[in-house]
């Protein structure tokens, strides 16, 4: 993650949200500015743990699932998430829950260009959201958000694309413009110097200037906007060209246009299990019912 600089998510959408406290998408904790998040200001945040050591970000879309990319899950490893804290090693506010499935998207494709890069992990059993943990918003299949949004990613990455720690320990924040896929694939392919199509439909991009960027350890981390007062999750980190390069936009993993996956997927867990399941699911369902693209 690169340095970022102040400036207010942009506003481009118009959406209604009928109860915004019961959802998701809500930030409890004082918001200031800087270049490491604040304590509670990105609760959905998770980190994807292997024996206890980061490897992914992820974000929490209900009280018993997380979202993260694909390409983080390449082994049947035992898996766990880290939430509640800005800090990756410490646990002060933090709890860690074993994962207790993983369903990678049937169609992820590294043969390529990455592609469908999202998997579900379902938690051992559900956590209670407190101030710094908070459950984010999943759009619906039609929502779309404008180009040139400003909208922020964060997560426990390498700050420089050589060089530096793997991980930094204090989770951070870049601001990045929306661009959609077919000018940030004009983009990457200048930049590779192919004409072969590597962004396709189901991915976007960010971009907000040199050294601006998430790099690896990021991956699986959420990029989120603010549209009136809800926090929504429009991208995943997928991959990118190096980080933080000029002219070459980091590619995301497009949420609304896999948000019926990740219902479906949910939902079928649910109604294995459809009493002690049912509330917690309420988180996201809302929400996907609300939003609504202009
Ligand atoms: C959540 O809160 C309930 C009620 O206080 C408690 O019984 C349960 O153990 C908590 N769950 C976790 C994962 O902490």
């Keep these: 993650m690169a340095s970022p600089t102040g400036g207010s998510p942009g506003l481009l959408l118009w959406l209604l949200l009928l109860q915004p406290q019961l959802g998701c998408g809500q930030v409890n904790a004082k918001i200031l500015g800087g270049q490491e998040a604040e304590d509670g200001k990105w609760p959905w945040q998770v980190s994807v743990r292997i024996r206890g050591k980061h490897v992914c970000g992820g974000s929490l879309i209900t009280q018993q699932w997380v979202l993260t990319a694909g390409h983080c899950i390449l082994s049947r490893f035992h898996y766990n998430v880290k939430m509640g804290d800005r800090s990756v090693y410490k646990e002060i506010t933090s709890v860690v829950v074993p994962v207790r499935d993983i369903i990678v998207h049937p169609q992820l494709s590294v043969v390529g260009t990455i592609q469908k890069d999202l998997a579900l992990l379902q938690l051992l059993y559900p956590v209670n959201f407190t101030m ?3 459950p984010i918003c999943i759009p619906q299949k039609t929502f779309r958000v404008e180009a040139g949004t400003t909208c922020w990613v964060t997560g426990w990455g390498r700050k ?3 060089g530096g720690d793997l991980i930094t320990s204090v989770l951070h924040e870049v601001d990045q413009g929306i661009i959609h896929h077919e000018k940030c694939n004009e983009m990457i392919q200048k930049a590779m110097k192919t004409t072969r199509d590597v ?6 991009c960010g971009y907000k200037g040199a050294g601006k ?3 690896q350890g990021d991956s699986g981390g959420p990029l989120v906007c603010k ?9 995943l980190v997928s991959w990118g060209l190096g980080c933080g390069r000029g002219n070459v936009p980091g590619v995301y993993t497009d ?11 949910i939902n079928r867990a649910a ?24």
Excluded: H, N
């Design 132 to 134: 710094t943990i908070q």
């Design 160 to 162: 420089e694309e050589y």
């Design 199 to 204: 962004v396709l439909e189901g991915m976007l």
């Design 213 to 215: 960027d998430s790099c």
């Design 227 to 235: 549209f009136k007062d809800t926090w929504v999750q429009v991208g």
């Design 255 to 265: 949420i609304a246009a896999y948000s019926k996956w990740i219902v479906e997927v």
């Design 271 to 294: 109604s294995l299990y459809p009493v002690v399941f049912l509330i917690p699911l309420l988180c996201l369902v809302l929400p996907l019912g609300i939003l609504v693209a202009p």
